[in-house]
C-alpha cells in the first residue's frame, strides 16, 4: 500500500508540471500541464480503441499512464530532446515495477514504449491528437507560431485511420463551435 500511495503523491506532481512546447510556441499556457494532457489524451485514445476495436483497457491504460515518467524526467520539448538524455526505461522500471500484484502496469507500459502493437501504436496517436488540439487552441488566440507547427503535420503521422480522420477534422473545426449552438441569453 505504501508504495501505491506514494505513486499517487507522485503522479499528482504531474500537475504542477507545465509543458516545455510553451517555449516554442511563445506562450504562456499555465493550464496546459502533463495532468491535464494526459486526460485528453485518454479521452482521445478511448474514441480511438473503439473505433478501431482493439483492447480498449490497453490502450486507456497506456494513455493515462505515458507521461507519468515526467514527474522524475520533466517534460522535454522539440529542442530539449536534441540535447538531454532521459532515461527512460530506468524511470518506467524504477516507478512501475512491483506496483501491481503482476507487473501489469509495467508489462503494459513497456508494450507502449516498444510501439509495436496496435494498442501502443493507437495510445501514440492519440498523444499526437492531443496536441493538434492544443495547437489549434492557440492558433485561435493568434499564435502565429502554432500555424506554422501544424501545416507540417499530416495524417501521415499517424498510424490508425480514425487518428487520421479526426487530424482532418481538427485542422477544419474552430475551437469555440462545440458551444456556439448552445449559447442563449435566456434561461430556462
Request: negative net charge; glycine residues 2%.
Amino acid at each position: 500500500m505504501k508504495n501505491i500511495v506514494n505513486f499517487l503523491f507522485e503522479v499528482g506532481s504531474l500537475k504542477k508540471i507545465a509543458r516545455s512546447h510553451r517555449q516554442s510556441f511563445l506562450t504562456d499556457d499555465l493550464s496546459d500541464n502533463i495532468s491535464s494532457h494526459s486526460h485528453r489524451v485518454s479521452v482521445i485514445g478511448y474514441f480511438l480503441a473503439k473505433s478501431e476495436d482493439v483492447d480498449v483497457e490497453k490502450v486507456l491504460t497506456m494513455c493515462i499512464f505515458h507521461d507519468v515518467g515526467e514527474a522524475r524526467s520533466g517534460d522535454q520539448n522539440w529542442v530539449h530532446k536534441k540535447y538531454v538524455k532521459v532515461f527512460e526505461d530506468e524511470i518506467l522500471k524504477d516507478q512501475l515495477t512491483d506496483i501491481t500484484k503482476d507487473n501489469a502496469l509495467f508489462n503494459t507500459m513497456s508494450e507502449y514504449s516498444t510501439r509495436e502493437s496496435d494498442e501502443s501504436k493507437i495510445a501514440k496517436d492519440a498523444d499526437k491528437l492531443d496536441q493538434y488540439l492544443l495547437v489549434k487552441e492557440y492558433i485561435m488566440r493568434g499564435n502565429k507560431e502554432a500555424e506554422k507547427w501544424i501545416k507540417r503535420k499530416s495524417p501521415d503521422d499517424l498510424y490508425c485511420q480514425t487518428a487520421k480522420d479526426l487530424f482532418l477534422q481538427i485542422l477544419e473545426t474552430d475551437p469555440a463551435d462545440w458551444w456556439k449552438t448552445l449559447y442563449t441569453e435566456k434561461r430556462r
